[in-house]
């Protein structure tokens, strides 16, 4: 499976984690999903490995979007 954990400070910043397990680590990219992630939360990059990475971004308040944004991208 995927999963993607986005969490927001008290001053609205963003984190962004991103797991793929072994499985999917062939088709999938934690690195290249958590670079969507930030993208979205206003950030750019990110990093880790292709099974767990992690990104941020200073726009909170896109934390839902940050996540329907993997999941348009696992959607292809």
Avoid: H, N, W, Y
Avoid at 48 to 65: C, L, T, W
């Amino acid at each position: 499976g995927i999963v993607t954990f986005i969490g927001v400070s008290e001053d609205g910043k963003a984190s962004a984690v991103v797991g793929v397990t072994d499985d999917l680590v062939g088709t999938f990219s934690a690195v290249d999903l958590v670079k969507i992630a930030s993208a979205a939360l206003g950030g750019a990059g990110g990093g880790g490995r292709p099974d767990m990475a992690q990104a941020g971004g200073p726009d909170g308040s896109k934390a839902e979007a940050a996540v329907a944004a993997v999941r348009d991208a696992l959607a292809g």
